[in-house]
């Protein structure tokens, strides 16, 4: 069993749908990041979170420590959100390892 | 714009080249990371440079080659790949730990023949 299970690993949504992706992890962590991964490869930060609920636009990213839960969120989504979005926890045991998910792609049309 | 610049962006090498890949960030930040992401894989952490020297070396067999010799330069020597090393080459950096925001370069798409 992977330590960072991301789901859906795919999900295709119509434009304005609200979405949310899910991140559930196993071990103990200081801080839990968001990326988004379009096609060409480059990486962008959308969150860090270590509690609570974090809010940027139409992107939300709450977290349950106690569950070792977290979601992302897009309000009405738009097809330029159309990408892969990425969970990854910082192990608490280590200053540098990341321990990263799948992925879930996400496909939004018009 | 992330303010993290990989080169080049795109590579095609056979096994017997030496090639190198490189990373440059004008953020101030002290770590510095190269990631390996392969196809349908999740991203894996192979070094990891703090103030200049190397913390973490996750068993990455020796044809690959970290380099950083300031805090602003991160070098990926290769020499004698092999094709299953094919993948997209990630640098990263934070300002110090894994548990800071990270700001990722483009990659470098790397295909070994």
């Known amino acids: 069993k992977n330590e960072v299970e991301q789901s859906p690993q795919n999900l295709t949504a119509q434009e304005g749908e609200f979405i949310t992706i899910n991140c559930s992890y196993s071990?103990?962590?200081?801080?839990l990041h968001w990326l988004q991964q379009h096609p060409g490869g480059g990486i962008v930060s959308l969150f860090m979170l270590s509690s609570g609920k974090k809010k940027h636009g139409r992107l939300i990213a709450t977290i349950n420590i106690q569950e070792k839960h977290s979601s992302l969120h897009i309000t009405a989504s738009h097809p330029r959100d159309s990408a892969v979005y990425i969970c990854a926890v910082a192990d608490m045991d280590s200053n540098y390892q990341l321990i990263w998910g799948a992925g879930t792609k996400l496909i939004i049309k018009p | 714009e992330t303010g993290v610049t990989q080169t080049p962006r795109h590579l095609v090498m056979g096994m017997t080249n030496k090639k190198s890949l490189k990373c440059e960030q004008h953020?101030?930040?002290?770590?510095m990371y190269w990631y390996k992401q392969s196809a349908k894989k999740p991203l894996e952490l192979m070094f990891v440079y703090s103030l200049e020297e190397r913390v973490e070396n996750n068993s990455v067999p020796s044809r690959f080659s970290p380099e950083c010799p300031n805090s602003s330069h991160l070098f990926l020597h290769l020499h004698t790949l092999q094709p299953e090393d094919s993948a997209l080459y990630l640098c990263?950096?934070?300002?110090?730990?894994?548990?800071?925001?990270?700001?990722f370069g483009s990659g470098t798409q790397l295909s070994v023949l």
């Open positions: 990263a950096s934070s300002q110090d730990r894994a548990n800071e925001k990270l700001f």
């Open positions: 071990v103990g962590i200081s801080a």
């Open positions: 953020l101030g930040h002290n770590a």
